[in-house]
């Protein structure tokens, strides 16, 4: 079974600009998470889908936005880049069933905004 | 609100030695399950291990184990007979059943040494 994918893996933008990013879970999951690492805030969450409903949200501005699809692909979007969103996004997908939480992640995108 | 700590930024061990890592967590509820994860330079999140808080008995996978002391919040992985490829950064993490959030703590850099 094929792993969570993310496009594309690496970005370079300009502030101000805005940025689109993609993922596909593992077949079968209904639940996308995404998240934030830097060096100096570490991993934090952003917001979670499931069944193209936002279920959970983070501590994060309102220009961090996301979405489902009805095959559960994901993108998140951030507007107006400021040079602190530089970043590793990673995106995990899960079974989210009752007794199945665990989630598996991509590979990441890394964000450079100059 | 749910806080994971790991009290080690850093180890380094020599090839084929056992190495314990700490983590521990402050929760209120009563069913959550408890991960690490572990990161290698090439920043995909691999799961570990992972531990449902409602069984006692400790989860093993090969050369990993935990040590999970629910009343002391405390959840610990050991690595045995350690190999090179196992130089990582480890993130420990917490996750309230249902949630689909996870909570990390700042990670430990583990270098094994030939």
């Known amino acids: 079974k094929a792993g969570v994918t993310q496009t594309p893996r690496y970005l370079i933008k300009t502030r101000g600009q805005q940025v689109t990013l993609s993922c596909s879970p593992i077949?079968?999951?209904?639940?996308v998470s995404w998240y934030q690492q830097t060096p100096g805030q570490g991993l934090q969450f952003l917001f979670e889908y499931f069944s193209e409903t936002q279920r959970n949200k983070g501590n994060f501005p309102g220009r961090f936005s996301g979405r489902q699809f009805s095959n559960s692909r994901s993108e998140m979007n951030v507007s107006t880049l400021e040079l602190g969103d530089s970043a590793l996004y990673l995106c995990?997908?899960?079974?989210?069933?009752?007794?199945?939480?665990?989630?598996?992640f991509g590979p990441g995108t890394r964000l450079t905004v100059l | 609100a749910q806080t994971v700590t790991q009290s080690q930024p850093e180890m380094s061990v020599q090839e084929a030695e056992t190495v314990t890592l700490s983590c521990t967590y402050d929760t209120s509820e009563n069913n959550y399950y408890l991960f690490w994860y572990k990161q290698p330079p090439s920043r995909q999140m691999i799961l570990v291990i992972r531990?449902?808080?409602?069984?006692?008995q400790n989860a093993t996978e090969n050369r990993f184990s935990v040590n999970f002391q629910k009343a002391a919040k405390s959840f610990s992985l050991k690595i045995s007979d350690s190999q090179l490829g196992d130089t990582a950064m480890y993130f420990c993490?917490?996750?309230?059943?249902?949630?689909?959030?996870?909570?990390f703590g700042q990670g430990t850099r583990l270098t094994i040494n030939p």
């Open positions: 993490a917490f996750l309230i059943q249902g949630a689909q959030k996870l909570v």
């Open positions: 531990q449902e808080a409602y069984k006692q």
């Open positions: 077949s079968g999951h209904r639940s």
């Open positions: 995990a997908s899960s079974l989210a069933s009752v007794r199945e939480d665990t989630q598996y």
